[in-house]
């Protein structure tokens, strides 16, 4: 029977009116009219007439957005009514376009017959009405219903993360939804469709109230693109965990929350905690269909309608989609989905009968043909205006990329009207092309349908070649533009030469191509130049005038350009000077690059020279590209090869080199999926890898450059494995699971023990170093500990270590196995001590170390210090001098790109690191960092060698150092003084026999014998009829005097001619009316010099009888400190005033030469370099400054503080030796060498590999030059 398929569309409609209860066609209209604007604002309203006119069979809609819409209203009224639908396909959008298109066509179709339902989407994803027609993903459809029933009401998001057109849209609506919909309420929204602020009113609007509803978020990565920023992305996914975390919205209960994300945006995503959670937990990966997958997607859908496949259609289209095997398993690439759905669909239209066969298909133009021919029709439709507005529009949907390829982008559709003639011209292409579905649009905009729609059409790969330079220029120019915009349009930034020339083309040629604001960038540029060109043109005029007139003002004319050619190099400059010394904490490993590219650029700059020595205060990154997408992990063997592993399913082995950084040894290891953990036999022959299978994988790397894959070992675990660790015995291995299981598995007789007691998946695994213990970490945030002594027949011991409140991403033990530490995804790190596994103790409450969740962690080869590393993409290294209070050393290992996963020691003095963006970086400590005390650290004290450093802190210890390296090494303590005592002073006798320590609880002077530094001994302390308080002490150059001053303002002198026996030398040297902060010799013992706070610096000479005190400099506030330089020339004096005043010493003349401020705060510590040409101070402002000192004894900053700003009090000394060192508050103690090309090596040879990102070729230059 034939029926007319208007006739057949209008019964339909009118059926479905009827099933929804034949509501008021205006009430229909009103809802149809709000539901077709929320996608396209500029949608035309659909009247009660419209509607009618289609019911009746009196008209066939013109477009199908505003049928679409129509039918959205009345399904789901019908729906309440007939939960099923009473005709075949009457809630199915996709058999109801096939109908609109039939009718579209005038065609008659066979009455009754299933193949009047095209069971194929085309380029659109099928529908939860469609289910019926879903097929080939059934298995995968099946997991993610476990990992969601598993995780209902846990407060999880759940994640389908898959390549663009791997099918994840249609898996989420027919497969996931319909399979839970009798269940459960399913509620389907993309980002761009419902703001984050209406989220939680639009669920509860429409969820069912007699059960629960799930939340599923398709195109995720929609939040990652314009128009939503970095901001609207937190909140929106702020919203979608407090959906999934607290389960209910008004009267509704969520389930849960299930999200999809192009593959492409993992990174993105991941830099959100709650997403990265989401995607290290609960990640399900959809991989590229198999050629079974694609067989059972073309013959299912067509079985179930009814069609039969034709003889050899299957493997015809197989071929087409790039399969080159013939068995099952066999994956064809990625993207092939929605090329497979359109072509079917075409094929449908041009079907025989009931089949569809090769014939159909070849009509139809095959996979890519169905494309092109479909687009290529939509275009010859086209009048000649509107293909020029359609070519402008499809141009701009796509950006060039420089390797040569073009990706599709998301528009405003505001932005596209900018472009066009007119927006009514923009609007008639724009839907016409919609309705091709070469396109889609939105409420935001408009976008590709597909990225596939680039290669399949050959016009637009045409167009793309042809616009691909303008495209790159336009994108240079608008970047620009935002930059000087962003400037308040600064001069300097405008273009010239060349590259205006190329850019004032581009604004004649395709004036509309262009942003207003990238034109009125050209447009200032154009006036500068007119106008540079109207200077030129009247110097010429004048030139006639006369020889010597021409003469002048040539030689002014040329003055004047090279003035600003200087002035706009010393702009330049000074840019990439401030850049510098923004980026010393966020970046400083490209802070220190272009202080030594402006270093080398102008060597006698000062603030270079400045930034360039400062560079030593912080740790340098050398980069390596490893591994496209997110690093998860990072081990190193005990002969230094280096193994990475990452979500590209591969494992890298590198091998540091002295002076280039990570060096690849051997081609990537491949692995079936993204791979989670790897670890070294405790031999280094033997390479682990876990991933998202649950095997481990094993290779032999006894030969690094040809590594030999092992078989993969099963441990039985039921989805991820998170980690793997080594025995030391290396015959056993544990792993850690989804599953939340530990397994401890035997390499010899491959038997596998199953530890269980976590209620969650567990994370982290680790052996103590004797192998007898095992700790494990779970999401149900505990760690437990495992006694192994006999892995065959390991039990859990002691309960579980609670105090954390997330997660335990991660554990490990200290080199001598006595402390345990873990970190979590609260933010915090703990350390416990397990030298009792039964009876773990913790050593500190969590430590709060970043802003982030904490995913690693590790501690130094000699177990001084642990490095943490986080999602808020720093690492951090922290002192365990006092494990009760670590402490964190130097500045964060910050400038990388997105999160951190792993860190690890390579050694004592370098850290690596991966994260998000794929690089792996190997850290060179900050050799300003010293560790050793853990509260204030007085100014250190030197022999005269400069071999021999004291220092002294308030935590009551006194260290000696060993100074006669490039580092310091410690030699160890001086005996405890007696009590709980804060150490004020140290001084080291010139010879470095005898050590002078006074204390702030006592203010008694302690003697100590350091002629044996690593053996020291206590000698006296000094007499103290009178009961004073010393606080300031100095020796004098021989060695045979100190001075000690009092808190009755007096300074006494004592013999240490015998050293355990000291006596006075002389009454109390008086004048000071206020507390003396310091003393110093004059470099040849003749005089005495004292800063105090009665404002004043006092002098006494001792040659003579009686000394008599002199005031030799007044200042605007209490003296704090002083200085004399090695000739005994020059003092420098400083204190509250800010100030730092320089005398000349000249015999008994002495005068103040000069004084500059130095500080924002009161100055604590002045000292000269034993060259007398540089003088350091250190200040309450916590900077640490250093002066170059002329033959007039004026000083002269050079650059900035060499300690980052804003991190504590500082207290200098020089060594001898040049080295400059500072004390400060929380045991800070730094070391700064003032050799320029020592510290520029350290930069070229620690940042190897790591690209200097700048547009400036002199600076990139420059760094070449100097690293070369």
Not at 274 to 294: D, F, I, K, R, V
Not at 649 to 677: E, K, Y
Request: charge should be negative; proline fraction near 6%.
């Amino acid at each position: 029977m034939e029926t007319d398929p208007r006739a057949s569309l209008a019964q339909r409609l009118d059926a479905l009116y009827a099933d929804a209860g034949s509501p008021p066609l205006k009430a229909v209209s009103s809802r149809a009219t709000r539901e077709l604007r929320a996608r396209n604002p500029r949608g035309r309203e659909v009247t009660a007439q419209r509607i009618s006119d289609w019911r009746l069979g009196r008209s066939v809609p013109a477009k199908f957005d505003g049928l679409s819409a129509v039918l959205s209203v009345l399904i789901a009224e019908a729906r309440r009514n007939h939960p099923e639908p009473t005709l075949t396909g009457l809630y199915s959008a996709t058999d109801w376009r096939a109908r609109w298109e039939t009718a579209q066509r005038g065609r008659s179709v066979s009455q009754p017959t299933a193949a009047a339902t095209c069971p194929y989407p085309g380029l659109a994803a099928l529908t939860i009405s469609d289910s019926e027609f879903f097929a080939g993903r059934e298995s995968q459809v099946e997991m993610l219903v476990d990992r969601f029933t598993r995780n209902v009401g846990s407060g999880h998001l759940i994640m389908l993360v898959g390549a663009s057109g791997s099918g994840k849209s249609s898996l989420l609506q027919a497969g996931f939804a319909a399979a839970i919909r009798d269940e459960y309420d399913v509620l389907l929204v993309t980002p761009p469709n419902v703001a984050a602020e209406d989220l939680e009113s639009w669920a509860q609007d429409r969820a069912a109230e007699d059960k629960p509803f799930v939340l599923v978020i398709d195109q995720l990565e929609e939040l990652f693109v314009a128009p939503f920023d970095e901001q609207y992305a937190s909140h929106y996914i702020d919203v979608l965990q407090r959906l999934a975390s607290h389960g209910t919205v008004g009267t509704a209960t969520c389930a849960g929350v299930v999200g999809a994300l192009r593959a492409d945006f993992y990174a993105q995503a991941a830099q959100h905690p709650t997403l990265a959670t989401a995607l290290e937990n609960n990640q399900m990966l959809l991989g590229p269909p198999t050629t079974a997958e694609l067989t059972a997607a073309i013959v299912e859908p067509a079985r179930t309608s009814g069609m039969t496949i034709g003889d050899g259609l299957v493997e015809l289209v197989l071929t087409d989609l790039g399969a080159r095997g013939s068995g099952e398993s066999e994956s064809v690439p990625a993207g092939t989905f929605p090329l497979l759905a359109h072509a079917l669909r075409s094929t449908w239209h041009f079907r025989d009968g009931n089949v569809l066969s090769v014939r159909a298909y070849e009509r139809a133009g095959g996979v890519r043909g169905a494309i092109a021919g479909s687009a290529e029709q939509q275009w010859s439709s086209f009048s000649a205006q509107e293909q020029d507005t359609a070519r402008t529009i499809l141009l701009q949907l796509v950006t060039p990329v420089p390797d040569g390829s073009a990706v599709a982008r998301h528009v405003d559709r505001d932005e596209l009207y900018r472009h066009c003639d007119s927006d009514e011209s923009a609007d008639t292409v724009l839907d016409a092309l919609a309705e091709a579905r070469i396109i889609t649009l939105d409420a935001h905009g408009t976008s590709l349908a597909h990225d596939a729609v680039i290669g399949a059409w050959p016009r637009l790969s045409e167009w793309i070649a042809e616009d691909r330079e303008d495209a790159l220029t336009r994108h240079r120019i608008e970047r620009d533009a935002d930059e000087w915009a962003a400037a308040d349009h600064e001069r300097s930034l405008l273009y010239q030469g060349s590259r205006l020339t190329i850019a004032s083309d581009l604004r004649t040629r395709a004036p509309s191509s262009l942003r207003p604001r990238a034109i009125e960038f050209i447009d200032a540029a154009q006036l500068v130049r007119r106008n540079q060109t109207h200077a030129r043109r009247a110097l010429a005029v004048f030139l006639v005038i006369g020889v010597v007139v021409t003469s002048v003002l040539a030689l002014i004319s040329l003055r004047q350009a090279h003035k600003a050619e200087q002035e706009r190099a010393d702009a330049q400059f000074d840019t990439l000077i401030a850049t510098g010394l923004r980026e010393q904490s966020s970046n400083p490993t490209e802070s220190a690059q272009l202080a030594l590219a402006a270093d080398t650029v102008r060597p006698d700059d000062t603030r270079a020279r400045g930034l360039l020595l400062a560079s030593q205060s912080s740790p340098l990154a050398s980069t390596v590209d490893a591994h496209r997408g997110a690093v998860y992990s990072t081990a190193r063997s005990a002969s230094g090869l280096v193994a990475s592993g990452g979500y590209d399913n591969t494992v890298r082995l590198w091998r540091r080199s002295p002076n280039r950084g990570l060096v690849a040894v051997a081609p990537p290891l491949t692995t079936p999926s993204w791979v989670t953990c790897v670890t070294f036999s405790p031999d280094g022959t033997r390479l682990y890898a876990t991933d998202a299978t649950g095997r481990v994988r094993v290779w032999d790397v006894s030969e690094p450059a040809h590594p030999k894959r092992l078989s993969p070992i099963d441990v039985g675990h039921v989805g991820t494995a998170y980690d793997v660790a080594v025995r030391g015995d290396g015959r056993w291995i544990a792993t850690a699971g989804d599953d939340r299981t530990v397994r401890l598995h035997d390499l010899e007789t491959d038997q596998t023990r199953v530890l269980s007691g976590h209620e969650g998946p567990v994370r982290t695994v680790e052996f103590s170093p004797d192998g007898n213990t095992l700790v494990s970490g779970s999401d149900d945030r505990t760690a437990r500990t495992w006694d192994t002594s006999d892995p065959a027949t390991a039990h859990a011991v002691g309960a579980p270590l609670t105090g954390q409140t997330l997660t335990i991403h991660s554990v490990a033990f200290s080199p001598d196995g006595s402390t345990l530490a873990t970190a979590s995804d609260d933010q915090t790190f703990r350390l416990w001590s397990i030298r009792n596994p039964g009876d773990v103790v913790p050593l500190s409450p969590p430590v709060a170390a970043h802003s982030a969740a904490v995913w690693s962690l590790a501690f130094s080869p000699d177990g001084s210090m642990l490095a943490t590393a986080a999602w808020d993409g720093i690492a951090k290294l922290w002192s365990l001098d006092d494990p009760r209070s670590p402490i964190m050393l130097g500045q964060p290992m910050s400038g990388s790109g997105g999160g951190l996963t792993t860190v690890s020691f390579a050694d004592d003095t370098h850290v690596i690191t991966g994260g998000q963006d794929g690089n792996v970086r190997t850290w060179t400590l900050a050799p300003a960092a010293v560790a050793g005390h853990t509260r204030r650290v007085q100014a250190p004290a030197f022999d005269s060698a400069g071999d021999l450093m004291a220092t002294g802190s308030w935590d009551g210890q006194v260290l000696l150092w060993d100074t006669s390296s490039s580092t310091p090494t410690l030699i160890g303590p001086v005996a405890p003084l007696g009590g709980s005592v804060r150490i004020e002073n140290v001084a080291l006798a010139p010879d470095g026999r005898t050590l002078a320590v006074t204390t702030l609880d006592s203010g008694a002077v302690t003697l100590i014998d350091t002629s044996t530094p690593a053996a020291p001994r206590y000698l006296t302390r000094l007499p103290n009829p009178r009961a004073r308080y010393a606080h300031a002490i100095a020796f004098s150059p021989d060695s045979s005097t100190l001075a000690t001053a009092s808190d009755d303002t007096s300074v006494q002198l004592w013999d240490l001619t015998v050293p355990n026996a000291p006596v006075p030398r002389g009454d109390p040297l008086t004048g000071p009316a206020g507390w003396i902060n310091a003393v110093a010799f004059a470099p040849d013992g003749s005089r005495l010099f004292a800063a105090s706070t009665d404002r004043h610096v006092h002098m006494w000479d001792l040659d003579g009888g009686r000394p008599a005190s002199r005031i030799v400099d007044e200042q605007g506030g209490p003296v704090n400190t002083l200085s004399i330089n090695a000739d005994g020339t020059l003092l420098a004096a400083a204190g509250d005033d800010l100030m730092i005043h320089v005398l000349q010493l000249d015999g008994d003349a002495v005068r103040e030469v000069s004084r500059v401020k130095g500080h924002e705060s009161t100055i604590r510590s002045v000292s000269f370099d034993s060259t007398s040409n540089l003088l350091a101070s250190g200040s309450d402002d916590q900077t640490v400054r250093l002066w170059s000192v002329d033959g007039a004894g004026a000083p002269t900053a050079i650059g900035n503080s060499l300690s980052p700003t804003g991190t504590v009090r500082w207290r200098v000394a020089f060594n001898p030796r040049g080295v400059l060192t500072a004390g400060g508050e929380n045991g800070a103690l730094r070391w700064w060498t003032t050799d320029e090309d020592a510290t520029a090596d350290r930069v070229c040879t620690a940042t190897y590999g790591t690209k200097l990102d700048t547009d400036e070729q002199a600076w990139d230059s420059a760094l070449t030059d100097a690293c070369d």
